[in-house]
């Protein structure tokens, strides 16, 4: 398994600018969750889908923030219009649907707004 | 509102001794909690995980232990090597539903 593959690994865009993050989960898990890390906040939970259906998006910071999983295998992270503040690494993580069930984490994708 | 939090930011070790990473959480109703290794320019890599109603769970050179009566969990790193240096986060998470992190630790394993 190649497990959760996150696209772009790295973003560099200007700020006003429309940002697309992508993640496959790994085939076979129905939960995906998307994060943001940064040195002031750590690892924040954004928003995280249950077979494909968004559970708990209280931790998208603000309406430029939106994001969608039309499939089982694919799930994007838009950001529309970008700011310097958004600038962190976003990591997609994936997991089985099975009672208490581990994470498993993309490499992420390292934002720069400038 | 409720959330996981770290004691120590940064930790010190001696290769080949033993390493503790503490962590506190606050809500109770917690059942499930998982440790994480992330090193630099990766993912956080599962570790090892304890259900809520176990207090003691052992994996290869790590052991984690669950105090529930004070909130508390712990991850112990036996003879600890350079490639344990990473930051280390504890998660929790209720009833199968989202997961939350805490502020992470620094291991520096010094030579």
């Known amino acids: 398994d190649a497990g959760v593959i996150q696209s772009p690994r790295h973003e560099v865009t200007e700020m006003g600018q429309e940002v697309t993050l992508r993640c496959k989960p790994i085939?076979?898990?129905?939960?995906l969750f998307w994060y943001r890390q940064t040195m002031m906040r750590g690892l924040e939970l954004l928003i995280y889908?249950?077979?494909?259906?968004?559970?708990?998006d209280s931790g998208m910071p603000e309406d430029r923030f939106s994001a969608k999983m039309p499939n089982a295998s694919f799930s994007t992270l838009k950001i529309q219009p970008s700011e310097p503040r958004d600038s962190a690494v976003y990591f997609c993580?994936?997991?089985?649907?099975?009672?208490?069930?581990?994470?498993?984490f993309g490499s992420g994708t390292q934002l720069s707004v400038l | 509102g409720e959330s996981v939090g770290l004691h120590l930011p940064t930790l010190s070790v001696q290769e080949g001794d033993n390493s503790i990473i503490n962590c506190a959480y606050s809500?109770?109703?917690?059942?499930?909690f998982i440790w994480y290794k992330q090193e630099s320019g990766k993912g956080p890599q599962f570790i090892i995980d304890?259900?809520?109603?176990?207090d003691k769970r052992q994996g290869q050179r790590v052991t984690v232990l669950l105090n529930k009566t004070v909130k508390h969990l712990s991850l112990q790193i036996a003879a600890t090597q350079p490639g344990d240096s990473a930051v280390y986060f504890c998660?929790?998470?209720?009833?199968?539903?989202?997961?939350?992190f805490g502020a992470g630790t620094r291991l520096t394993v010094k030579p």
């Open positions: 993580a994936s997991r089985s649907g099975a009672t208490n069930e581990k994470l498993f």
């Open positions: 085939s076979g898990h129905n939960s």
């Open positions: 889908f249950n077979n494909n259906v968004p559970i708990d």
């Open positions: 809500n109770s109703a917690s059942d499930y």
């Open positions: 304890i259900r809520s109603n176990m």
């Open positions: 998660a929790e998470s209720f009833a199968n539903n989202d997961m939350r």
